[in-house]
């Protein structure tokens, strides 16, 4: 009898030990106590150094390098390095599919009737404020991955296309459901002078008489819905969740971004603004520097998304590296005493027949497309020094070129600090949560970065990513490995058909990459799913020095993670080399061989991509 009782004890106790292991399974994963050590707050390398402690999330308070760490804390070694907020894309298409508006919201009318000499009653073409990006919010893994990798620790994902595309919402990049990560569900309304759809409106004036129309339907609504309460005559109010979105609008209890690249398209809407009563703001910007007064003076926010469309050479390069080349001989031939004769140039009866008939553009031509291309490039620097506050986004460009884009910026002019600050603070601020994300300060939600220097200059490496106290660290490699150059006439750029061979048999697959001039690549991988029913489309980022040409990217299947990375030389138009892929079973090595596609190569270099530019598309 008391053996019996044992033994039910004891299968008990195993009962509790399983449940709570499966309970522990299923909780929610929470942000452990960390201690980063020995970081930086201010770009000089003798700040003085502290430790940041992280609880429950959110910075605990922020201690001398000295001060003894809390005995239960995760120590994380900062290095020294630099810590500043994570940076904001204030305005991205990810995570967020904006739907085609229904534009039919009412009854059809008959064939059989009259011509109609008004508009109709619910023609909603291009106009669907209602919709909200919180409701449809979903964050690829890789997408989100791709966003830390950048620096990135919240974005503005924005519905966009549409007159009115509707409402945007702020989140976190961490891994995790919709609910875990969105700071704001209803940050601004969206607008364009865009509408998707064949029939009325396609023209600007059109748009612009649509708007006009839906806001006197959102008054109408409004003043319908106040005499019905009221129990006075009239119709009773439509229900209609359009109306009853836009009148935030009205109220200004909401703001519409607007998105415009020209000088005039952002005039228009400002004064479409204050004719219908609404509070605006600009998205794209392209030519805000011409009105750079306007928008300091009303107070408008701008997000620039760094739209400069292609780069045109720059017709004095040739001038000035000949200029710099004919200085460096001189002095070589000063040095020698001498000057060595120069060799008899070889003729080539194809070349001069091609040049015969090659046609160049006017030099004072050439040269203005320049200036007007460099003058859309340095619109933050004119917005800067006029004094208007501006953010930056990413739109559907992607992060890592955004921070690209911004870099070239700083190079060209742009105060680090300002830079910094459009890429975190003011997107914060712009955003509504500047209590909580956008600094470093004690009681802020521990999103943040530590990087090797200054994250806006050359060199610069990510070690360490924190959103919402959740970690990721990065492999910071050694600056002689990372700032390896590519050999001469050696560029990766192009359409590649790529063979995989393993113990699980050949697999094709197509990389498309673009590579810059300093060796920077980023592209595309495409191939099949195992079971050969679709296409996965995995996006690799690294860089070709020598000729050997590094890439990285991931994937899930399912809720698994992939990792895969590419290590391959470069000959001509072919290439070969491994490709390992790494999963919760381990690793997996691939032999990889590839040719260049034909033309393929030459249609990047035309486009301005390959070595001939340090900017991507």
Not at 2 to 24: E, K, M, N, P, W
Not at 157 to 178: E, H, I, K, V, Y
Not at 327 to 334: C, L
Request: charged share 30%.
């Amino acid at each position: 009898m008391i053996a019996s009782l044992g033994r039910a004890a004891r299968f008990a106790g195993a009962a509790v030990l399983i449940t709570a292991a499966a309970l522990a399974q299923q909780a929610l994963p929470r942000p452990q106590p960390y201690v980063v050590k020995d970081v930086r707050l201010e770009d000089r390398p003798d700040a003085p150094r502290v430790n940041l402690v992280l609880r429950d999330g959110r910075i605990e308070r922020i201690t001398k390098a000295d001060e003894a760490p809390p005995a239960n804390a995760r120590a994380v070694d900062g290095k020294g390095w630099l810590a500043t907020p994570a940076f904001v894309d204030a305005f991205t298409q990810v995570a967020c599919a904006t739907p085609t508006p229904v534009a039919e919201q009412d009854q059809p009318r008959s064939e059989a009737a009259d011509v109609l000499v008004d508009m109709r009653d619910a023609n909603r073409k291009g106009i669907q404020p209602a919709f909200r990006a919180s409701e449809a919010f979903v964050l690829p893994k890789d997408k989100g991955r791709a966003l830390r990798e950048a620096g990135f620790g919240a974005l503005l994902s924005a519905p966009s296309g549409q007159l009115l595309a509707g409402t945007s919402a702020l989140a976190t990049t961490r891994d995790a459901a919709a609910r875990d990560v969105l700071l704001r569900a209803d940050v601004f309304a969206h607008a364009a002078f865009r509408a998707g759809g064949s029939g009325y409106p396609g023209t600007l004036m059109g748009y612009v008489a649509q708007l006009r129309q839906f806001f006197l339907d959102v008054q109408r609504h409004s003043l319908l819905a106040q005499r019905y309460a009221a129990g006075k005559s009239g119709p009773r109010p439509a229900f209609d969740v359009d109306l009853e979105a836009a009148q935030r609008l009205t109220s200004k209890s909401q703001r519409l971004m607007c998105e415009a690249e020209s000088a005039q398209d952002i005039l228009r809407w400002i004064a479409l603004g204050d004719e219908l009563g609404l509070s605006v703001g600009i998205v794209g910007g392209r030519e805000a520097f011409k009105v750079a007064g306007v928008l300091k003076e009303r107070s408008i926010p701008v997000v620039l998304t760094l739209e400069w469309g292609d780069e045109p050479k720059d017709p004095s390069e040739k001038d000035k590296k000949g200029g710099a080349k004919k200085d460096k001989e001189g002095e070589e031939a000063k040095a020698d005493g001498a000057q060595t004769p120069a060799k008899p140039e070889k003729k080539d009866a194809k070349a001069d027949e091609k040049v015969l008939w090659s046609y160049e553009e006017p030099l004072e031509v050439r040269k203005e497309r320049r200036r007007l291309w460099e003058e859309r490039r340095d619109c933050a620097i004119a917005l800067h020094k006029a004094g208007v506050e501006f953010s930056f986004g990413s739109a559907d460009k992607g992060a890592a070129e955004l921070v690209k884009k911004v870099r070239t910026l700083v190079e060209k002019g742009l105060p680090k600090d300002v830079a910094l600050a459009a890429l975190s603070t003011n997107g914060a601020r712009l955003a509504g949560v500047d209590a909580h994300l956008g600094a470093l300060r004690a009681g802020d939600d521990a999103t943040f970065a530590l990087w090797t220097a200054h994250p806006l200059v050359k060199g610069a490496k990510l070690g360490w990513l924190f959103v919402d106290g959740f970690p990721s660290e990065f492999e910071v490699k050694d600056e002689a490995e990372s700032e390896g150059k590519p050999d001469e006439g050696v560029d990766a750029s192009g359409v590649w058909a790529v063979e995989l061979k393993s113990d699980q048999g050949v697999r094709p697959g197509t990389l498309d990459v673009k590579m810059a001039a300093d060796g920077d690549v980023n592209g595309t991988y495409t191939t099949t799913t195992p079971g050969g029913d679709g296409e996965r489309v995995i996006e690799v980022r690294g860089r070709v020095a020598g000729k050997t040409l590094t890439l990285k990217g991931a994937f899930s299947i399912g809720d698994v993670e992939v990792e895969s990375s590419w290590k391959v030389e470069l000959a001509g138009e072919s290439f070969a080399g491994q490709v390992t892929s790494k999963g919760p079973w381990g690793e997996n090595v691939s032999e990889a061989s590839a040719t260049r596609k034909p033309g393929q190569h030459e249609a990047h270099v035309e486009a301005g991509h390959g070595g001939c530019s340090d900017e991507h598309p």
